[in-house]
C-alpha cells in the first residue's frame, strides 16, 4: 500500500515535498516514480527513481525544478517542488513496481497511491 501526503496549496515559485510512504512490502525492492493528473487529461510522468535511488529520471516540464529522491530505510519516496508555476497545478500520484527500474510510463506501475493535490496560484 502506498500512501501519498504533501500536496496543498502554494503561491507561484514556492516549494512544496510530496512524500509517498509505502506499508507491506520492501520498498527497496521496487521502482518508483511520481506521476500527475488535471481533469481532462491523461496522467503524465513526472519523475522516476531506481529501487537503489542511483538514477533519476524527469519530464522535460520539471527538470531542474523537481528532484525524486528516496530512503529505503523509511520506506518512503519524496518529490521535492521547487519554483513551483501554476501549470504544476494537478492531483500527484506515487507509484511503485518490483523491479530495478519501471520507465515514464504509467501502464508499467503495479501499485499507487491514493494522490495528493498541488495546487499552485499566480
Known amino acids: 500500500q502506498l500512501q501519498a501526503s504533501g500536496g496543498g496549496l502554494v503561491q507561484a515559485g514556492g516549494s512544496l515535498r510530496l512524500s509517498c510512504a509505502a506499508s507491506?512490502?520492501?520498498?527497496?525492492?521496487?521502482?518508483a516514480g511520481w506521476f500527475r493528473q488535471t481533469p481532462g487529461k491523461e496522467r503524465e510522468f513526472v519523475a522516476a527513481?531506481?529501487?537503489?535511488?542511483?538514477?533519476?529520471y524527469y519530464s522535460d516540464s520539471v527538470k531542474g525544478r523537481f528532484t525524486i529522491s528516496r530512503d529505503n530505510a523509511k520506506n518512503t519516496v519524496y518529490l521535492q517542488m521547487n519554483s513551483l508555476k501554476p501549470e504544476d497545478t494537478a492531483v500527484y500520484y506515487c507509484?511503485?513496481?518490483?523491479?530495478?527500474?519501471?520507465?515514464?510510463?504509467?501502464?508499467?506501475?503495479?501499485?499507487w497511491g491514493q494522490g495528493t493535490l498541488v495546487t499552485v496560484s499566480s
Open positions: 507491506g512490502r520492501t520498498f527497496s525492492s521496487y521502482a
Open positions: 507509484a511503485a513496481k518490483y523491479i530495478a527500474y519501471a520507465g515514464t510510463h504509467q501502464y508499467n506501475y503495479d501499485y
Open positions: 527513481i531506481r529501487r537503489s535511488g542511483g538514477d533519476t
